[in-house]
Every structure is written in C-alpha cells, then in structure tokens.
C-alpha cells in the first residue's frame, strides 16, 4: 500500500511539472496596421520571433491606423492577464490612461518603433526604436552634400517635404531633423510641407498635387519609402523623370526602394530597420530569468544607401544600393 500511495504521489508531481512546463509565455502585440512595406516587415518579422521560439504564444492584434482600435485591443489584453505586451502607438498622444492600466496591471510594457509622448510618465521593460530626428537629418543632408558633389552646392533649390501620419513619432522625428538640417544648407528654399500618411497611394496624390500648383521642384525629401515610390509615379505621369528631373530621398530602406535607386528612379533613402525580432527575443528571455533593464532606447545601427555611394554624412556614409541589394530582407 506504501509503494502505491508513493507511485501516486510521483505521479501527480510529474503531472504537476508537466502541466507548469507547458504553460505558454503569452506575449501580446499590438500593431498599428500595414500602412507600407516597412510596416509589414516589421510585422512579419516580430511575429514569426515569436511564434517560433518554443514554449511562446502570440496574441496579435492589427489596429488599422486606429487609435482606439489598439487602446481595446490593450485593455482586451489586460483581461487576459498576457504575460508581455509589446506595443507600436499610431500617434505619439492620447495613450496615457491606458498605459497606466497596463502598469496596474503589472504586464511587462515592451514598446517597439515609436515611444508614446507619455513614455516619461509610464513604466516601461525595454523600448527599440529608430532616431527619427537623425533619419531626418541625415535625409537633408544627404541632398544638400549630394548637390555639393555634383557642382551644384551653391545653386537655389526648391524642396519639398512629404511627411509621415501627423502626430507620429516617426513624423514629428523626423519633420524635427528635417528642418534643423535645412538651415545648414542655406541654398535650400522649403516650397512645400504635408503629410502623405506614410502610405504609397497619399504619397502619389500629394505629388500630383504640388506637381500642379508649384512652378519648380528641384528636391523631395519623402519620411518614408512608400511615399516616395508613389510620387514617382506621379512624376512619371506628369512627363517628367524622377531621379533626374527631381531628386528624389526616401526613408526606411525597403526593397523597393533599392529597386527604385538601381533603375535611377529615386535617389537616396535612410535606412530605418524594422527587424527588431533579434532585440525583442533575448529581452524577454532575459526578463524571464529576472533580469532587468533601464529605460534606454535601443536605436539599431542604420546606413544610408544611394546610386553611387561614398557621400560623407558626418555620421555614417551612404552605401552604393547595387551592392548590397542581394542581402536585404526586407
């Protein structure tokens, strides 16, 4: 009787491990929507992260560029007691009281891509980002030392500036750097400014319209690759070459815009990496052995990438497109 009451009690403790082993970690994600090529990778990169580490569950969530489609899919995840939430704000404001529901909630806060304005006033484990105001810069400088090259430094330029969703973090970022940068390059007139919501089809009919209501311009600045690629064909469909006609410098990085500047129909575009995958994996494995970490923003190192390379931006030098195009993933 002993031995069968000893098997019993090894049995429900083996069952007991078993059941706590196979408890998944389950990590929630919120996501703004898939605005751009950018956006999907970024997607597709952090999901497959985590749907293929082992003992990990994904709970995801597409916000379609709603505000207030993401502040219920958070307040659903914290009705499901998830383990870790990872979250991208589609406007940098207006996050501040459900943010603080996820921190009374005592759910590990990871924000990815854009920081809330609120993020000062929260709690949050870890947060990756791109440094918006540098990708800004760097995209004015780039134009402003490309045209030093090409003999025209000192040559009048109209620019345009095709901005982001209003209000993001990428936009104000990046509109930031933008502008600080114009006043290096004193030959530069600022002849246009509006928001194409980092979407290709926004994109196009901004161009289409600057296109119909300015007399000349030399430059457009683009806050990201899909933008830019719409206004190619809006330069295109206005008889003009994009690339020549107009000097075209995008932002993020995207394949299609390696293809673009290969084919001489863009000219630049700042990287901004969306493959945060191998950030976000060893920071939850290192928060599950108890490690902790303090509120810096992990910014990946970015190139800048062009038709011929070589073109000194202070921080970095641009990287001939056709070089490396075979290895981007994105």
Request: charged residues 25%; contains cysteine.
């Amino acid at each position: 009787m002993k031995k069968v009451f000893l098997l019993v009690v090894a049995l429900v403790m083996v069952f007991a491990v078993s059941a706590a082993s196979a408890k998944d970690v389950v990590i929630a994600f919120s996501q703004i929507g898939q605005e751009s090529d950018w956006r999907t990778a970024n997607t597709d990169d952090l999901r497959s992260a985590i749907e293929n580490h082992p003992g990990w569950k994904l709970v995801y969530d597409d916000g379609q560029q709603k505000q207030e489609n993401q502040i219920k899919a958070l307040r659903n995840f914290i009705t499901q007691d998830v383990d870790y939430i990872l979250f991208t704000g589609v406007v940098s404001t207006g996050w501040d009281e459900v943010l603080k529901e996820v921190n009374e909630a005592e759910i590990p806060l990871l924000l990815i891509d854009r920081l809330p304005d609120c993020a000062d006033k929260i709690d949050y484990v870890a947060a990756f980002g791109g440094d918006f105001v540098e990708e800004g810069r760097r995209q004015i400088a780039w134009a402003g030392e490309y045209l030093k090259g090409i003999g025209k430094g000192d040559v009048d330029m109209n620019i345009v500036i095709m901005e982001g969703t209003t209000g993001a973090s990428a936009q104000t970022g990046r509109t930031e750097g933008n502008l600080k940068a114009l006043a290096e390059y004193p030959h530069f007139k600022l002849v246009g400014q509006q928001s194409g919501n980092f979407t290709r089809a926004e994109g196009q009919a901004v161009m289409e319209s600057w296109l119909k209501s300015i007399d000349k311009i030399d430059v457009l600045i683009a806050q990201n690759d899909d933008m830019a690629l719409g206004a190619i064909d809006a330069i295109k469909a206005a008889g003009k070459v994009p690339g020549k006609d107009i000097i075209i410098v995008g932002c993020d990085s995207v394949k299609a815009a390696f293809d673009a500047i290969v084919a001489g129909e863009m000219n630049c575009t700042v990287e901004c990496t969306p493959l945060y995958g191998a950030f976000v994996v060893p920071t939850i494995e290192a928060l599950e052995r108890g490690e902790r970490f303090d509120k810096t923003v992990v910014h990946p190192e970015e190139g800048v990438f062009d038709m011929d390379g070589g073109i000194d931006l202070g921080s970095v030098k641009s990287v001939k497109a056709a070089d490396v195009i075979a290895s981007r993933r994105y």
